[in-house]
């Protein structure tokens, strides 16, 4: 059965470095989100990606975010500049359209 | 705005009682209605979904949930639990115009022999 794949599964980083979490949605999938979940917390939603563009986002997603989808395959979340409040579990999820969304097993970013 | 009340931060059941996770929505609009499981370590497992129609869905499991638009509840139930039942559950909604979910706070399902 196709999976969303998700890399690195933990990522340590120091406070203001530059982050890259990457994800795999399902090939034949046309939508992309990122959402996190920051320990105890809910799950909140990031952004959402259609044809090659940010469809929705939330105030989370501020300019130290960013999203792209390089290649046709990957779909990338960066951090700029990394703050202690950006420590999450971060989930990537994929949607055919108009359906259930499937997400990936997530990253822990780890931000000291 | 949209949003999703979990009102219990825990269940717990016996091994082959039958179990109830509430939830209560909040949207403009028609509601898409989610529940999701997650394992320790694990992502977001998709369980079950209400769009349109018949307001009990049956999803994988052996878990179904039932759609309430008077009382905007979308509760998730299971005949007989299974120790392997013992998860956090996620409800989440989102309306007819836009894709982004928005989850309740999750509710802790503990199964016990």
């Not at chain 1, 399902?26 to 917390?41: A, E, P, V």
């Not at chain 1, 990338?76 to 097993?105: H, N, W």
Request: hydrophobic letters at 35%; a negative charge; charged letters at 20%.
């Amino acid at each position: 059965e196709p999976e969303v794949t998700q890399t690195p599964s933990h990522q340590v980083t120091q406070m203001g470095q530059e982050v890259i979490l990457r994800c795999v949605p399902i090939s034949n999938h046309l939508y992309f989100y990122w959402y996190r979940q920051i320990l105890g917390q809910k799950v909140e939603f990031l952004v959402s990606f259609y044809n090659n563009e940010i469809s929705e986002k939330s105030e989370i997603f501020d300019d130290q975010f960013s999203v792209e989808r390089p290649d046709g395959s990957n779909f990338t979340l960066k951090i700029r500049s990394t703050k202690l409040e950006d420590s999450a579990m971060y989930f990537c999820a994929s949607m055919v359209g108009g359906l259930e969304q499937y997400f990936g097993p997530g990253t822990r970013l780890t931000v000291t | 705005a949209q949003s999703v009340a979990q009102p219990e931060d825990q269940v717990n059941v016996a091994e082959g009682n039958p179990l109830t996770v509430k939830c209560t929505y909040s949207v403009s609009g028609n509601p898409y209605l989610f529940w999701y499981v997650q394992y320790p370590n694990r992502g977001l497992q998709f369980l079950l979904k209400y769009i349109t129609g018949d307001n009990l869905v049956k999803g994988s499991y052996g878990f179904e949930a039932e759609f309430n638009k008077s009382q905007t509840s979308f509760h998730l139930k299971k005949p007989s639990a299974l120790v392997s039942d013992s998860a956090l559950y996620f409800c989440a909604v989102r309306d007819d115009a836009g894709n982004m979910l928005t989850f309740g706070g999750g509710t802790r399902l503990m199964v016990k022999p």
